[in-house]
T-cell receptor, first 115, second 115 residues
Framework: DGGITQSPKYLFRKEGQNVTLSCEQN?????MYWYRQDPGQGLRLIYY???????QKGDIAEGYSVSREKKESFPLTVTSAQKNPTAFYLC??????????????FGPGTRLTVL | GESVGLHLPTLSVQEGDNSIINCAYS??????FIWYKQESGKGPQFIIDIRSNMDKRQGQRVTVLLNKTVKHLSLQIAATQPGDSAVYFC??????????????FGTGTKLQVIP
C-alpha cells in the first residue's frame, strides 16, 4: 500500500526534552510538509521540503528542526526551545510542479503531550 | 491580514438532508481553493478543489461553489450520511516562484449528522 506513515501515534515527553517525530512516505513525492494542529484550530505550517537536503521554514518554525536526508523521510524534532509543544502533528507529502493543485496526502498524525 | 475562515464552528444535519458548509477568504491572489475532511484522530483527507477561475465544481455527492465577488466558498454535500460526520476545512493555495504550494487552512467546521 502506498501512503504516509507517522510514528508513534501518541508520544509523551517531559518538559525540556527534545523529541523526534517520524514521517515516511512511499508515494515517491518530492515535497514533504510538517503541520501543527491545536484543538479547534486549523493546520499551521512548521517546515517544508521540496527536495532532498533542502528545507524551508514555514509560519511557526521556531523551536523545531527538520532534516531531509532521504526522499522518503522527513523527521521533525521538537526542541526544548518550543514553548508550547503539546499538539497534534501532521506530516504531508505532494508532487511538485504542474499547473494544477498537487494534492497533499496526510499521515495519521502524532499526538505529542509534554508533561 | 490574509486568512481563510469559516462562518460556523458546528453544523448539525439530519441524515439524508443536504449539508452546506461555508468559508470566507480574504486573499484575492489564491490560485486554488481546497476542501479537506478530517475525522477524529486522523489526518485530513482531500475532498475536492476548485481553481480560482471557476465558480462551480462537482464531485461525487459534493459540489464546491466559489463566489469571487464576495470572497466566499461553500461545500455542499448531498444526502448527508453518518460517515460524513467530521471536521471540514477549507484552504487556499498560492504558488511561489519556486513552485512551492503555500496552503493556508481555515479553522474548520464540525459537521454532525443526526441519524
Amino acid at each position: 500500500d502506498g501512503g504516509i506513515t507517522q510514528s508513534p501515534k501518541y508520544l509523551f515527553r517531559k518538559e525540556g526534552q527534545n523529541v523526534t517525530l517520524s514521517c515516511e512516505q512511499n508515494l515517491n513525492h518530492d515535497a514533504m510538509y510538517w503541520y501543527r494542529q491545536d484543538p479547534g484550530q486549523g493546520l499551521r505550517l512548521i517546515y517544508y521540503s521540496q527536495i532532498v537536503n533542502d528545507f524551508q521554514k514555514g509560519d511557526i518554525a521556531e523551536g523545531y528542526s527538520v532534516s531531509r536526508e532521504k526522499k522518503e523521510s522527513f523527521p521533525l524534532t521538537v526542541t526544548s526551545a518550543q514553548k508550547n509543544p503539546t499538539a497534534f502533528y501532521l506530516c504531508a507529502s505532494s508532487r511538485l510542479a504542474g499547473g494544477r493543485y498537487n494534492e497533499q496526502f496526510f499521515g495519521p498524525g502524532t499526538r505529542l503531550t509534554v508533561l | 491580514g490574509e486568512s481563510v475562515g469559516l462562518h460556523l464552528p458546528t453544523l448539525s444535519v439530519q441524515e439524508g438532508d443536504n449539508s452546506i458548509i461555508n468559508c470566507a477568504y480574504s486573499n484575492s491572489a489564491s490560485d486554488y481553493f481546497i476542501w479537506y475532511k478530517q475525522e477524529s484522530g486522523k489526518g485530513p483527507q482531500f475532498i475536492i478543489d476548485i481553481r480560482s477561475n471557476m465558480d462551480k465544481r462537482q464531485g461525487q455527492r459534493v459540489t464546491v461553489l466559489l463566489n469571487k465577488t464576495v470572497k466566499h466558498l461553500s461545500l455542499q454535500i448531498a444526502a448527508t450520511q453518518p460517515g460524513d460526520s467530521a471536521v471540514y476545512f477549507c484552504a487556499d493555495l498560492r504558488k511561489n516562484s519556486g513552485g512551492y504550494q503555500k496552503v493556508t487552512f481555515g479553522t474548520g467546521t464540525k459537521l454532525q449528522v443526526i441519524p
